[in-house]
């Protein structure tokens, strides 16, 4: 294990640290506590938690963690007698108050009205009554369900070496209460240490800088084990929260860059990810400096259920995109740009998750534009609209059409329920149209003004819309009135379906070429002269040349798809999972037998919900008990919250809901 390139020297104490941070954060949060989060049931209004400290053990044996949490609390309001916290399925041990040493009366309320999943409200009553401003450290003794929501425990079978067992934990959005009891909101940003013993040669590391590696002997057992210990010194929402334990090695591939791998597949990821200095270039160029000092990313077994996830300093990267072209490198120019969007400043809550990803989706596009030339950048743009009309039709069909607006309020949902591609790709259209307005290197000033405001804290879409029009009044105040009043503020947020406001086409002339193409194939049922240049097509017009398909699902036949094969060889020879997720989904909808009997191999090796629920609705529509039954076979490949969805699509009379 190549220890020595990642285990970075701090040069401060850590109790100096702690306390410079718990000031820091005291500040932000008594400037920002109005946290109106329908998905947290913590009493954020009266008190909060500045710093947490984790101490850990993963236990493999029983698929838990076990071991204890303290809150570093500081009460906002006088008279605070209780600390109320988010929990699911947490077993409580025991609670004390650090600063008076007297066990603590605790209980649990549970209650379910803002999802299907399990939520749990746990209650401390204080032997003692705060004041505003006072502070009280609480210490949790606790352990986790086997069944925790946050928590994947990977068999051996199922990791690339085969020779180690692999855990992880997917926070976002609303899974971190499932892990320990704390403020599950985004709306509250807390430091925190991580210590974790895990059984030798396991490695653990986590969403924090590395402080010390410690070999120790269990005295009950006489077993090894590795103790590591982290620190996160900038203020980050639960849901950043993120720790992995397995086989892993580390390989440097920038000068502020890295990949932690199974050593199998360390080396083919580092090739495959070492753009990743030049994207961090480009867009800091553009924002604000990059706060976070390095960046990482973690490959993550195929069952992982998203393309990545932006833990600060441990970005989560799914398996699908080594591809071994790069082609699909661009996801961690996405990941990267959360670096900014998402965990330097944060949507307040659920509801103004688009402030996340709508911005992230922005720069991802700046830098490929940047970076690969104009031709990905349209592409990739022409994608998005794609899948964005294709989640729109989806909400329409199956009564959720409160789902296709920015700002959505739905009251029984779960936030997990409603993140689509609406909050990435009308979210960029929305950012796109406004630097139609004032020009582009006019907003990139606004983003490092907007950065600038709100860098540490939590925000949402009212207060981008305050300072957007105050930047515009103070830098552009010739044209401000011009400007200010194209802009339909209300109809943006709250407005259903496809918005009108903006340019959507994004084509060009090799984008013609691939849906061309592809309406040759549907209407004639058989390919046109030069169908042998799809063969010289990037994958990015492939993935527009399938989506067409899709687009025109109800015209296509069977026919058509066998001449596609024909010529293409689409289930054989296609390597890249964009594709492949797309055809297979059309042999399910049009019972190809051709690509279907490929789609269980597809299926069974990749977990990526982008993916496999498309083609699971696919099979609700088509053939539902087969579907069903293959989903029960291979459902232990897939996370929990990938199986939730698949669940509900299986379970609903409408197939997409």
Known sequence: MAYGLWFIPLLVSASLFIFVAVEYLLLFNEANVQVDDKYSAANTHSIVSNHYNLNLNIDFANSILRGSITHYFTALADGVKKIALDARDLKIKKVVNKNTGKDLAWVMYSYDYISVLKNEQFVISLDIELKKGERIEIEIEYATSPSATAINWVPANQTFGKDMKFMYTQCEAIHCRSIAPLQDTPGIKSTFNATMTVESPYVAIASALPVKHQEVINEETG???????????????????????????????????????????????????????????????????????????????????????????????????????????????????????????????????????????????????????????????????????????????????????????????????????????????????????????????????????????????????????????????????????????????????????????????????????????????????????????????????MSHLDTREKDVTVEALKAIEKDQNSTGSETNPEVQAIWFKMGVLKKYSEATARTKEFLSGIGRMKYIIPIYAAYAKTNKEYGWNLYKELKWLYHPIARELIEQIFNSQSPLT
């Open 223 to 545: 077993k090894k084990e590795n103790v590591y210990t982290y620190m996160q010194k900038i203020p980050v929402p639960s849901y950043l929260l993120a720790m992995v334990a397995g086989h892993l090695e580390y390989k440097k591939v920038g000068q502020r860059s890295g990949v932690y791998a199974e050593p199998i597949i360390v080396n083919q990821s580092a090739y495959e990810f070492d753009e990743m200095d030049s994207f961090l270039n480009i867009i800091e160029e553009v924002l604000i400096p990059y706060a976070w000092g390095v960046y990482n990313v973690i490959i993550m077994p195929p069952s992982f259920p998203f393309g990545g996830m932006e833990n600060p300093y441990l970005t989560f990267v799914s398996p699908s995109i080594i591809i071994g072209d790069r082609s699909s490198a661009y996801v961690v120019a996405h990941e990267i740009c959360h670096s900014w969007f998402g965990n330097l400043i944060t949507n307040r809550n659920w509801t103004h998750f688009w402030l996340n990803e709508g911005f992230t989706q922005y720069s991802e596009r700046l830098i490929l534009r940047k970076h690969y030339g104009e031709n990905k950048y349209i592409c990739q743009c022409r994608i998005g609209m794609h899948d964005l009309r294709e989640s729109l039709k989806d909400f329409e069909e199956s009564g959720k059409e409160e789902c296709t607006k920015l700002f959505p309020n739905i009251y029984r949902a779960g936030p997990d329920d409603i993140m689509s591609d609406v909050a990435y790709e009308k979210g960029f259209l929305f950012l796109n149209y406004l630097e139609g307005l004032v020009g582009t290197r006019n907003f990139y000033k606004f983003l490092k003004v907007y950065l600038s405001t709100f860098a540490f804290k939590s925000l949402d879409a009212w207060e981008l819309k305050s300072t957007f029009i105050s930047f515009v009044e103070k830098y552009l105040p010739g044209n401000s009135t011009i400007i200010l009043n194209q802009i339909n503020w209300h109809k943006w947020y709250f407005g259903t379906g496809m918005p009108n406001d903006t340019n959507s086409d994004f084509l060009n002339d090799n984008i013609r070429q691939a849906l061309y193409m592809a309406d040759y194939y549907i209407n004639n049922k058989k390919g046109p002269e030069n169908f042998t240049l799809y063969k010289s097509f990037i994958p990015d017009l492939r993935q527009i040349f």
